[in-house]
């Protein structure tokens, strides 16, 4: 199958072309096609194809595309256009598309690997990938596709991705020194685009190596008319310096001989930057940064004309000029918005003040790498020195240098002789800004302790440059910019994993690689070390890295490689607050050991405060310190989560708080969640007795229940909100508890049969099977015969879920032996209606109705109203199956009178359902019509828990209901 969206919808199958003709089949398989592989609910296919006024008749019309779409793509099994059920309604399609299938797939990923291959500085094979990639553009995206929200958006995405393709193969091209070449396409190009920077840069570039270099300053003059008369701002500091190099007819604007690169600035020396390639339009590779006579010094400014400043500083340092720069390594990869931010930041050099940039992170992200890899590109502009001085901020075993042993190196290296330096800070300090207060130098201090280290040995000159590295955000830093630094894209990481081990050999086990990236969670240190140990190991397949990362217990141990481990980052992080006597911080250790103990991907603000026991200011406090420190991650206001990685480390160190301690926190978020989940499902409309039981104090054996910080629910909205934020961590939370004590494990089995209340109305058939098994087991390890038969009760759920009724038999008759074994008739009379109408489900009517007729004698002396309603109803459905049709509307009607009486709106609906479908039967349509009209007005909301059965049928009111049916109309199939 290949579909075509790059110009008019086209399919092809078995290579012949195949015809959608009809305009709404082309827009129904183009919504599908903007998000193939993910399901599309029909309620926004019905906005999609019909707008905010469908017809009357909008699901059925739906499904009847639906199918003829089906046979369109010859997928009468349904197995390419999946439909999704929500209980026992479709309530979404999903297109199923194999890599490579779709055009518009294959263009995004050819444009990805040009800009990749840019990245490595290989612009021959990117103008390979990005020439294919254009050559599949045939039109404007889904050409004849009548216009619709879904469609309109993705058109625009591939536009803006097929312009930036346009942008990336010119750069491609210019970079091979083909500038003739693009001339006329690139003229063109900017002319769609007036006010882009990058592009008129390119062309200005192309111009002048053409030797236009009049034409090339007239589109300098042009495009800062535009942007002053549109925008009322100028040109970017990139092609000011452009312009300025193209007056000056600078030698290194022209292809260095025998050399792609060789180019005029860095990458954000040039407009190429604003594209996302990572340099300007022909690198840098010519020669490296800093080195005399290259192309970077020839674009440090004016600061350096008549040489200066550079000759005040040679003479200062007795002639030499300070160049520490660390070697870059390799292996850097991707970050190419953030060189071009600190590019950007650090190039306002000689507006009064040093520029000043702060990068900030969590350990091993590679802050200085980047910091290290920006500051060679940025060498050439300061051409009186670079310092270096790691400040070890965070490394493990070694105490932060103090500022001034920092600045006593800085003066030996400016020529001061160590008898004179200075000893007191302040001295010091202020003898290092009068040396370099007339120069342009450049800084990296990484691995900051805080602003405190930082701030002595900032110098003033305008001229200057600081780039700082630190794990925590530097925020009293005077006149920082700051730049937080996150894990790796995952195509960034694949391009890192395959830089170190081979292109060939992660090619040959892409899987594998994805499963690496996921394990390291994206972090670059993670990434270099186990690339490290495969690069020294050419005979080993990937994936026999993936099986020793796969036991979360030893990954760490995996991640190392010589004296260079992740694990040694975290604790040097981990230490810093553990070991400072400042009370937040003791806090925010003790929070971070306690986080090993608690599972689940987040965890909102009241459950932190359960967890440590404390009022959720403290938490707070004790939190957001280590969000500071990088530890943790707050993706939104009183939400927290931790990286995969960090987690594992958190486990190991959790070990330090006692176990009581830790037994007693995890207690503490269990009793959190449960009291939480307890009032959230008082909202769901739980039948009575299930809605006391939910209320209830701890089970036997957990002794008293302490005060419990539960979150208020409001209202149904709010509960149904709350649950699902929530529940990944409930089943998470769940699943640990059932590893833990007795106590706890029964706390688990609690919570269990509480979520089944807001996941079986959502058909979460997953997670109710998993927490459903997990709970039977739990309860007979426990030997616990009340909480087992109460599981089993649950267990039936998921197996009616699935229409799987000997499951349910099966779970049935072994609660009702429990029941009669500890004599609980509540519970005895519950299992036989169940077990009844699994039987009456497997058309065993006579036992159904012995069965179901002993129901109703108990429910009679238990007085149980809702229970002889419900009884009533599947006694009915027996003699229904029996073709007693008589005695089963004598039994639907009672139900109903008393489901009226007692005001139970949903079992009155299921009534009603039941007897219309007798009235059908017997051929009485317009009764039967009537009667579903009624049970529809007391039950039309299909996503409320009505009972085990009415939540079943009511998906099934809307659509008798929307066939219309008349007297003279035939009955419906028997369901």
């Given at each position: 199958?290949?579909?075509?969206?790059?110009?008019?919808?086209?399919?092809?199958?078995?290579?012949?072309?195949?015809?959608?003709?009809?305009?709404?089949?082309?827009?129904?398989?183009?919504?599908?096609?903007?998000?193939?592989?993910?399901?599309?609910?029909?309620?926004?296919?019905?906005?999609?194809?019909?707008?905010?006024?469908?017809?009357?008749?909008?699901?059925?019309?739906?499904?009847?595309?639906?199918?003829?779409?089906?046979?369109?793509?010859?997928?009468?099994?349904?197995?390419l256009l999946v439909t999704h059920v929500h209980g026992y309604r479709a309530h979404g399609y999903r297109l199923v598309v194999a890599p490579g299938e779709?055009?518009?797939?294959?263009?995004?990923?050819?444009?990805?690997?040009?800009?990749?291959?840019?990245?490595?500085?290989?612009?021959?094979?990117?103008?390979?990938?990005?020439?294919?990639?254009?050559?599949?553009?045939?039109?404007?995206?889904?050409?004849?596709?009548?216009?619709?929200?879904?469609?309109?958006?993705?058109?625009?995405?591939?536009?803006?991705?097929?312009?930036?393709?346009?942008?990336?193969?010119?750069?491609?091209?210019?970079?091979?020194?083909?500038?003739?070449?693009?001339?006329?396409?690139?003229?063109?190009?900017?002319?769609?685009?007036?006010?882009r920077e990058g592009l008129q840069g390119q062309l200005m570039v192309a111009l002048y190596r053409s030797g236009r270099q009049a034409d090339a300053l007239a589109t300098y003059r042009d495009l800062r008319h535009r942007l002053a008369e549109e925008l009322g701002i100028e040109p970017g500091p990139p092609v000011q310096r452009l312009h300025q190099q193209i007056l000056n007819a600078d030698p290194a604007l022209l292809l260095v001989p025998g050399s792609v690169s060789g180019t005029p600035e860095p990458s954000s020396g040039t407009p190429g930057s604003s594209l996302g390639t990572p340099g300007p339009v022909s690198g840098t590779a010519g020669s490296p940064s800093g080195a005399p006579g290259s192309a970077s010094d020839s674009a440090a400014g004016p600061a350096q004309a008549g040489g200066g400043a550079s000759g005040r500083a040679a003479s200062a340092s007795g002639g030499r000029v300070p160049r520490q720069l660390p070697h870059t390594g390799t292996a850097f990869i991707g970050r190419t918005s953030e060189c071009s931010v600190l590019e950007e930041v650090l190039g306002r050099t000689g507006e009064g003040q040093a520029a000043i940039a702060a990068i900030d992170g969590t350990g091993g992200v590679g802050k200085s790498a980047l910091a290290i890899h920006v500051a060679h590109r940025l060498a050439g502009r300061f051409p009186d020195g670079q310092f270096y001085v790691d400040l070890h901020g965070a490394t493990a075993g070694l105490t932060p240098l103090e500022p001034g042993e920092v600045l006593g190196r800085f003066l030996s290296?400016?020529?001061?002789?160590?008898?004179?330096?200075?000893?007191?800070?302040?001295?010091?300090?202020?003898?290092?800004?009068?040396?370099?207060?007339?120069?342009?130098?450049?800084?990296?201090?990484?691995?900051?302790?805080?602003?405190?280290?930082?701030?002595?040995?900032?110098?003033?000159?305008?001229?200057?440059a600081v780039l700082v590295t630190s794990r925590e955000m530097l925020t009293t830093l005077e006149g920082a910019t700051h730049l937080h630094l996150g894990v790796l894209f995952h195509d960034q990481a694949m391009a890192l994993l395959e830089r170190i081990v081979g292109r060939e050999r992660v090619a040959a086990e892409t899987d594998a690689a994805d499963t690496i990236i996921k394990m390291c969670g994206g972090l670059p240190l993670a990434l270099r070390i186990v690339g490290a140990r495969l690069a020294a190991r050419p005979s080993w397949p990937l994936s026999a890295l993936v099986e020793r990362l796969t036991d979360a217990?030893?990954?760490?141990?995996?991640?190392?490689?010589?004296?260079?481990?992740?694990?040694?980052?975290?604790?040097?992080?981990?230490?810093?607050?553990?070991?400072?006597?400042?009370?937040?911080?003791?806090?925010?250790?003790?929070?971070?050991?306690?986080?090993?103990?608690?599972?689940?991907?987040?965890?909102?603000?009241?459950?932190?405060?359960?967890?440590?026991?404390?009022?959720?200011?403290?938490?707070?406090?004790?939190?957001?310190?280590?969000?500071?420190?990088?530890?943790?991650?707050?993706p939104a206001p009183g939400r927290y989560q931790m990286h995969d990685l960090l987690r594992l480390f958190a486990r190991e160190v959790r070990a330090e708080e006692p176990e009581a301690a830790r037994e007693r926190a995890l207690e503490r978020v269990l009793r959190f969640y449960l009291a939480t989940t307890g009032q959230a499902v008082a909202h769901l409309e739980v039948p009575p007795y299930f809605a006391r039981r939910a209320q209830e104090r701890a089970p036997t054996g957990?002794?008293?229940?302490?005060?419990?910080?539960?979150?208020?629910?409001?209202?149904?909205?709010?509960?149904?909100?709350?649950?699902?934020?929530?529940?990944?961590?409930?089943?998470?939370?769940?699943?640990?508890?059932?590893?833990?004590?007795?106590?706890?494990?029964?706390?688990?089995?609690?919570?269990?049969?509480?979520?089944?209340?807001?996941?079986?109305?959502?058909?979460?058939?997953?997670?109710?099977?998993?927490?459903?098994?997990?709970?039977?087991?739990?309860?007979?390890s426990l030997r616990d015969r009340t909480s087992e038969a109460w599981t089993l009760h649950n267990l039936a759920a998921v197996y009616?879920?699935?229409?799987?009724?000997?499951?349910?038999?099966?779970?049935?008759?072994?609660?009702?032996?429990?029941?009669?074994?500890?004599?609980?008739?509540?519970?005895?009379?519950?299992?036989?209606?169940?077990?009844?109408?699994?039987?009456?489900?497997?058309?065993?009517?006579?036992?159904?109705?012995?069965?179901?007729?002993?129901?109703?004698?108990?429910?009679?002396?238990?007085?149980?109203?809702?229970?002889?309603?419900?009884?009533?109803?599947?006694?009915?459905?027996?003699?229904?199956?029996?073709?007693?049709?008589?005695?089963?509307?004598?039994?639907?009607?009672?139900?109903?009178?008393?489901?009226?009486?007692?005001?139970?709106?949903?079992?009155?609906?299921?009534?009603?359902?039941?007897?219309?479908?007798?009235?059908?039967?017997?051929?009485?349509?317009?009764e039967a019509h009537r009667r579903l009209e009624l049970a529809a007005s007391l039950e039309n909301d299909p996503t409320r828990y009505v009972s085990w059965r009415g939540h079943a049928w009511s998906a099934y009111f809307p659509a008798f209901l929307s066939l219309r049916i008349g007297p003279e109309a035939p009955g419906p199939p028997p369901v």
């Open positions: 199958m290949k579909y075509r969206v790059l110009g008019p919808l086209g399919l092809w199958r078995d290579g012949a072309e195949v015809p959608i003709a009809p305009a709404k089949w082309r827009m129904l398989l183009a919504v599908l096609l903007c998000d193939a592989g993910q399901v599309v609910s029909t309620d926004r296919l019905v906005g999609e194809l019909w707008g905010t006024r469908p017809p009357q008749s909008v699901h059925k019309l739906l499904q009847g595309y639906v199918s003829r779409v089906r046979r369109v793509l010859g997928d009468e099994s349904g197995d779709v055009d518009a797939h294959r263009f995004v990923d050819l444009v990805r690997q040009g800009g990749r291959e840019l990245d490595r500085d290989a612009p021959g094979a990117a103008a390979a990938r990005l020439g294919e990639a254009l050559a599949l553009w045939r039109d404007a995206p889904f050409a004849d596709v009548p216009p619709s929200p879904a469609v309109e958006a993705e058109a625009l995405r591939l536009t803006a991705s097929w312009t930036q393709a346009r942008e990336l193969f010119v750069e491609a091209r210019l970079r091979l020194g083909r500038h003739e070449a693009v001339l006329d396409e690139l003229e063109a190009l900017a002319g769609e685009h007036p006010l290296t400016l020529g001061v002789p160590n008898v004179a330096v200075p000893s007191n800070i302040e001295e010091a300090a202020a003898a290092f800004r009068s040396l370099v207060a007339d120069r342009r130098i450049l800084m990296v201090l990484d691995n900051a302790a805080g602003a405190d280290q930082v701030r002595p040995l900032l110098p003033a000159g305008a001229g200057c217990q030893s990954r760490l141990d995996e991640i190392q490689v010589g004296d260079v481990s992740v694990r040694a980052g975290f604790d040097a992080s981990y230490q810093a607050i553990a070991g400072s006597d400042h009370p937040t911080d003791q806090a925010a250790a003790h929070a971070f050991r306690l986080l090993g103990v608690v599972p689940g991907p987040s965890l909102g603000l009241p459950a932190a405060a359960a967890l440590l026991g404390v009022s959720t200011a403290r938490a707070e406090d004790a939190f957001e310190r280590l969000v500071d420190a990088h530890m943790l991650n707050s957990t002794g008293p229940t302490p005060a419990l910080p539960a979150v208020p629910i409001k209202d149904r909205g709010h509960a149904v909100a709350w649950l699902d934020t929530e529940r990944a961590n409930l089943i998470a939370t769940v699943t640990r508890a059932a590893t833990t004590s007795d106590a706890l494990a029964r706390l688990g089995v609690r919570l269990a049969g509480l979520l089944q209340w807001y996941l079986y109305p959502q058909a979460r058939a997953r997670e109710l099977w998993t927490l459903g098994e997990l709970a039977v087991r739990t309860a007979r009616w879920l699935h229409r799987r009724f000997e499951g349910v038999r099966q779970c049935m008759e072994a609660a009702l032996t429990i029941w009669r074994e500890i004599g609980d008739r509540t519970g005895e009379r519950r299992s036989l209606y169940y077990l009844a109408d699994a039987l009456a489900d497997l058309e065993l009517y006579e036992e159904a109705m012995s069965l179901q007729t002993s129901h109703l004698d108990l429910a009679r002396e238990a007085g149980d109203q809702q229970a002889l309603v419900i009884g009533l109803g599947n006694l009915g459905r027996v003699y229904r199956g029996l073709d007693r049709v008589d005695d089963a509307v004598d039994c639907f009607e009672e139900s109903h009178r008393i489901a009226e009486r007692i005001g139970a709106r949903s079992l009155q609906g299921f009534a009603l359902h039941e007897i219309a479908r007798v009235f059908f039967m017997r051929g009485l349509n317009a």
